[in-house]
């Protein structure tokens, strides 16, 4: 196998679709200075499809050895095998044949014990075919300390697949001489091939469905369709044409719009201008997709007429805002005259037969599968702490795994391929995928949220923070079938986080986010927007859910956007979106001469946006603001005409919120006095923009304004006329030099560690709350003020009152040596401006929260400052620091760590600082925390 390291799609999908997920994170080259490495044991990863055991001896290969138990296998162990039997006892000598006996085996052992060291299944070598839904609920659960785990068998393949294997020897060429006088490329008489699904046992093959933006769940037939995969690769279904798409000349009838009676009974027509239709006189199942309204309103819809002499196309359902002439591109599918690519395909359904034009290296050895799962692979229903590890999930017509209702659900070292809809769905609390690869779904790879489906009712997250996590993983080539609105990871809760994974190679956007105060770090993001622009790499549209803010984008290397389409973003705040914070990203060839609407952020009509410290390489416009809501005459929005509806939006969310809400976003007190036509509440500080390749647009700034009417606070943002510091440009290295010029034009700069960015680049990463919390006040010297919402540290014109916070954390849980840390503290400045928060080591660790509480007369010393940090004015948001030598010396000793937070020496400020206490009367706990990397 040849690796690419390339920023771009990697060159052998097929090769790349075979391996394990540790070979896809150890095959991409990491870019110069960030490591591969998935940052984990690998010793029960996937190593090679060594295939099952031999049936004869029931022994393993000589590689794998299960005899010694892993760390989680203290309670039942219990063997599956495809060669296996369902009346075996599970051992390793004596296994079973399914998933299902070995979850039924558990249930009766839970009858006869309490099952409380939990249970470990182990599946063995080949494919373990499934022809329904392994469904899990209440009663498989296990516990936090003792989950029940599903894994690999060391050193061995396992495919966990929803589709029938077809006999390679079955397929031979066509010579139906009506099917070859179909077919508008005669070059591939002799090539084609068909096999006879009947004859092979199936009679399912599917349908192709309704699909589209803004059509919900109702637009999905029951029945999806089936697909070919040949050598773990996905096949194209039949398609005119092959690259690139075409257009309408005209609107005939523009058709019923979303709500109209008939919109799902009568759709409208177009002309063009295209001879190939002259080709298609005997398809009558002819599917269009692209867009013929709005160009975010992707459509898969069915053709209901092809009139070639008139040049029209009528549509067989309505479209969400009609047909418009509105720079509309779409393809044409499930064409059997159009069938000369490599891989094409083409289900006849009336007969039963599989039209296909072989890929190059397709022989007798080949694998060639059909998807006939019609429902998930594998089913969690109100089942909690089961883990997933080491396993392929392939080749079925819906999700890989659906959680619903659960909580500590762990996907680990697993992949997930040729799927018809969603990778991985995680409906609940603390649910975390790790160390996987997604490559060829249909629809997004993975969603981590609180609800299936919308948001909600009176807009606001009334939960604990549900802790879902997404990270050390790869996305590539999703969004196959649902083209728009479906990313690579869709977030939505409160308090969850997206860490160190590489996205690429989808249509639409790569992250997309709703709810609150989510943490999107150290990813990398590139080749996104394939098909459709107006799009961000990273997206959120809550302009109408003004609740939802809170959220951090840091660290991420978003780049290669819109090199060949145009309004692309690294990150898209979008409609109105509030309260985001933008900082310490890299951006890098974002836009072109050619494309010049794209930019490295866009903010459309944002408002308390904070864009600081990131890093803006050859990116056309660096950051980009549109007015989009205001009407007023002289400066009106391009969506003007939407703001009553935002109005309305947000009269019905200040209607319903607890009065204390805006204790976690104190903005919404002065929610009513702001201008929200014309926001004046962004800001954009200490960026670094250098432009050596591709110029700024021409009529843009640093900052654009797409419209006019805002008023920006930007401060200490340097253009670089030369490179500004970064250790190897031409390779993509943008690790920086500490003699960087960038350093000394922007003295409070942070370095951005670029060398953690991508999978594996943390290790493993653990967050460990601060359980202890106080304030002392010179105004008060024998008070103690322990148990606050908030610790309060102040710096004023008398130091008669002066305070300082403390925060203390216990480092006893932490497994293993600390790699590196950073604290991070919810803060914002009640009075003065921004402020610079100066952390302290504190090395008496004697005192907490209740009798011992400290007053200032008996305060801890503080001791060596560790540094500082901003803080903004009124409003809360995450900022870390960087405490590593003191947290590796504490560990070392007495295993807890104290820090001092107080203003720094200049000014006046008074500093809120959200540690342990609950946050306000929606319930979340918006809290400081150490977050410790370990080897």
């Not at 075979?18 to 490591?35: D, F, I, K, M, N």
């Not at 009106?636 to 009269?651: K, L, M, R, V, Y």
């Not at 250790?727 to 000394?744: I, K, N, P, T």
């Not at 967050?767 to 710096?795: C, I, K, L, M, Y």
């Amino acid at each position: 196998m040849a690796c690419n390291g390339a920023p771009s799609v990697l060159e052998d999908v097929m090769t790349w679709t075979v391996l394990t997920p540790v070979a896809l994170l150890a095959c991409a080259e990491p870019r110069p200075g960030v490591t591969a490495s998935p940052g984990a044991d690998t010793s029960d990863h996937i190593a090679a499809d060594s295939g099952a055991a031999a049936p004869d001896t029931g022994a393993e290969d000589s590689s794998s050895n299960d005899t010694a138990r892993d760390e989680d296998e203290t309670g039942l162990v219990l063997h599956v095998a495809t060669w296996g039997d369902d009346s075996d006892v599970g051992s390793e000598a004596q296994p079973l044949a399914t998933l299902e006996a070995a979850r039924d085996a558990i249930r009766m052992h839970r009858q006869d014990s309490t099952l409380s060291d939990g249970a470990t299944v182990i599946l063995h070598g080949g494919t373990h075919t499934l022809s329904t839904t392994f469904a899990l609920d209440e009663q498989d659960s296990g516990t936090a300390a003792h989950p029940i785990v599903y894994r690999s068998a060391t050193e061995q393949t396992v495919r966990i697949s929803g589709g029938q294997a077809l006999d390679v020897s079955s397929f031979t060429v066509v010579s139906d001489a009506d099917v070859l006088s179909r077919l508008v490329d005669s070059s591939v008489h002799g090539q084609l091939l068909e096999i006879d699904l009947s004859a092979a046992g199936l009679s399912d093959y599917g349908q192709l469905s309704r699909r589209g933006y803004n059509l919900g769940w109702s637009s999905v037939l029951a029945d999806p369709p089936m697909e070919l995969v040949i050598d773990d690769q996905i096949m194209p279904l039949a398609r005119w044409p092959n690259d690139g798409s075409v257009t309408l000349s005209g609107v005939v009838d523009a058709g019923p719009i979303l709500g109209d009676a008939d919109f799902w009974s009568r759709g409208g027509t177009f002309s063009h201008a295209l001879d190939r239709t002259e080709h298609w006189g005997d398809a009558d199942d002819i599917w269009l997709e692209g867009t013929v309204g709005r160009d975010w309103e992707w459509t898969h819809n069915h053709l209901a007429s092809v009139d070639s002499k008139a040049r029209q196309i009528t549509l067989s359902y309505g479209e969400v805002s009609g047909i418009l002439n509105w720079q509309p591109f779409f393809v044409f599918r499930n064409l059997l005259e159009e069938i000369d690519a490599p891989g094409e395909y083409f289900i006849d359904r009336q007969r039963g037969v599989l039209y296909v034009l072989p890929p190059a290296d397709f022989g007798s050895s080949s694998r060639v599968v059909v998807s006939t799962l019609q429902d998930d692979l594998v089913h969690l229903d109100g089942a909690d702490h089961i883990t997933f590890r080491g396993l392929i999930f392939e080749d079925g017509r819906e999700h890989g795994i659906h959680g619903e209702d659960t909580s500590g659900l762990r996907v680990e070292d697993c992949t997930f391929r040729n799927l018809g809809m969603d990778a991985v769905i995680m409906v609940g609390t603390d649910n975390q995928l790790h160390r996987s690869a997604v490559v060829g779904v249909g629809r997004r790879g993975v969603f981590a949220g609180p609800m299936a489906w919308g948001w909600p009712e009176d807009g606001i997250y009334s939960a604990q923070a549900h802790q879902n996590i997404v990270a050390d993983s790869t996305f590539e080539d999703f969004g196959r079938l649902y083209q728009a609105y479906y990313p690579a990871v869709d977030i939505d809760g409160v308090g969850s986080r997206v860490h160190n994974n590489r996205i690429s190679d989808g249509p639409h956007m790569g992250i997309q986010l709703r709810g609150n105060d989510h943490v999107i770090e150290y990813n990398e993001l590139f080749e996104l927007g394939r098909v459709f622009k107006d799009i961000g790499a990273i997206y959120t549209n809550l302009g109408k859910h003004p609740g939802e803010r809170g959220s951090l984008i840091r660290r991420n290397f978003i780049h290669h956007l819109g090199q060949d389409n145009d309004k692309l973003f690294g990150v898209y705040l979008d409609n109105g979106t509030m309260g985001v914070t933008v900082e310490e990203n890299i951006f890098y060839a974002i836009g072109s001469s050619e494309y010049p609407n794209c930019a490295a952020v866009m903010s459309n009509h944002g408002q308390h946006i904070v864009v600081r410290n990131n890093m803006m390489v050859d990116t056309v416009r660096p950051f980009r603001l549109s007015l989009y809501l205001n009407c007023d005459g002289s400066t009106a929005g391009w969506g003007c005409a939407d703001q009553d509806s935002f109005a309305a939006a947000w009269e019905t969310y200040f209607a319903a919120i607890p009065s204390d809400h805006s204790l976690a976003y104190p903005e919404l007190d002065s929610w009513s006095t702001e201008a929200h036509w014309e926001p004046t509440t962004n800001r954009y500080d200490n960026n670094v923009v250098y432009n050596p390749a591709v110029p700024l647009a021409d009529d843009a700034d640093v900052v654009d304004y797409a419209s006019d009417g805002f008023i920006l606070d930007a401060a200490n943002n340097w253009t670089a006329s030369s490179d500004p510091g970064f250790v190897a440009l031409e390779s993509m290295d943008f690790s920086q030099r500490e003699s960087g010029d960038m350093f000394s034009q922007i003295p409070s700069l942070r370095a951005i560690p670029f060398e953690d960015i991508g999978p594996g680049g943390l290790g493993t990463t653990a967050d460990v709350p601060v359980h202890a919390d106080v304030h002392v006040s010179a105004s008060a010297p024998g008070e103690r003020f322990g148990g606050e919402a908030d610790v309060t540290t102040r710096q004023a014109q008398r130091p008669t009152h002066d305070q300082i916070g403390y925060l203390q954390v216990a480092l006893h849980t932490l497994p293993d040596t600390v790699e590196h840390a950073e604290l991070y503290l919810y803060t914002r400045v009640t009075w003065a401006q921004d402020a610079e928060l100066r952390i302290d080591a504190v090395h008496d660790d004697d005192w907490d929260e209740g009798s011992m509480a400290p007053t200032w007369e008996s305060r801890p010393a503080p001791g060596a400052a560790l540094g500082t940090t901003p803080v903004l004015r009124d409003k809360y948001a995450w900022v870390g620091i960087d405490v590593t030598a003191f947290i590796q010396a504490e560990q070392a000793g007495d295993g807890v760590a104290s820090f001092a937070v107080q203003p720094a020496d200049s000014g006046q400020a008074l500093v809120l600082v959200r540690a342990t206490e609950q946050g306000p009367s929606d319930g979340v706990t918006r809290s400081a925390f150490l977050r410790a990397t370990l080897p």
